[in-house]
Structures are given as C-alpha cells and as structure tokens.
C-alpha cells in the first residue's frame, strides 16, 4: 500500500514538471512567435482592405471625371496627374482584382495557421498525457 502511494505521489510531481516545463516553453518561446505571426496576419488583411478601398475610390473619382464633371467640386481637390480618367478606371479595377487575390491569399494563410495553432495545442496535450503520468 505505501508503494503505491509512493508511486502516485512520483506520478502527480512527474505531471506538475511536465505541465510547468510545457507553460514555461510556451511562454518564453512560441508565445512572442505566434503573437508576432497574428500580428502579420492582421497586417496583411489591413494591407488587403486598404488596395481595395483605393481601388474603390479611385473608381469613384474616374467615373466622376469621366461621366463630364471635371468643372465640378471634386476636381479642385483630386488631380489626376495626366493620366487619363479612363485609364484610372482600369487601374481602379486592377487595384480592387489585386486586392480580392490578396485576400483569397490571407484566407489560405489564416486557414493554416489557425490548423497549425490546433495541430501544436494538440501536441501539447499529447506531451503532457505522456510524460504527465
């Protein structure tokens, strides 16, 4: 009977290390990285939403100048720098297209790095039921 108190008594101190070693290497290690990783991510969508905006507007003031206003409010304010208004409505569509692929990418980047993020809580958990015991 003392033996086996003895042995559960290593089991519990064996699983107390374990789980302290784990939050320790979490902590100091891969918490700074994946909170680093989610700041990019957040970044790139900002980046993303930011190109499509632009082109929005850009498509905006481009039909405004094409559809006959130039004489209006807008143009003592926006100037087009000698690029032709219908050339801004092309470029505007290439912002708004380049901006869509861009956050077709940051799903596929987010999607894996939230598998990733499960994947190594997983494995965290695995360790500790391992070597916890």
Do not use: H
Request: proline fraction near 2%; glycine fraction near 10%; include cysteine.
């Amino acid at each position: 009977m003392v033996k086996k108190k003895a042995k559960n008594s290593r089991s519990k101190a064996r699983g107390l290390y374990v789980l302290v070693a784990l939050i320790l290497f979490n902590i100091l290690l891969i918490l700074d990285i994946w909170l680093t990783l989610i700041g990019a991510i957040i970044a790139l969508i900002a980046g993303a939403f930011a190109v499509i905006v632009s082109g929005l507007a850009t498509l905006i003031v481009s039909l405004i100048y094409t559809v006959g206003a130039p004489s209006a409010w807008i143009s003592q304010y926006i100037s087009f720098g000698g690029v032709s208004p219908v050339a801004g409505i092309f470029i505007s569509i290439a912002l708004i297209c380049f901006g869509a692929l861009w956050m077709i990418g940051n799903y596929y980047i987010v999607k894996y790095f939230y598998r990733l993020s499960v994947w190594y809580g997983k494995l965290n958990v695995d360790v500790f039921r391992e070597y916890g015991r």
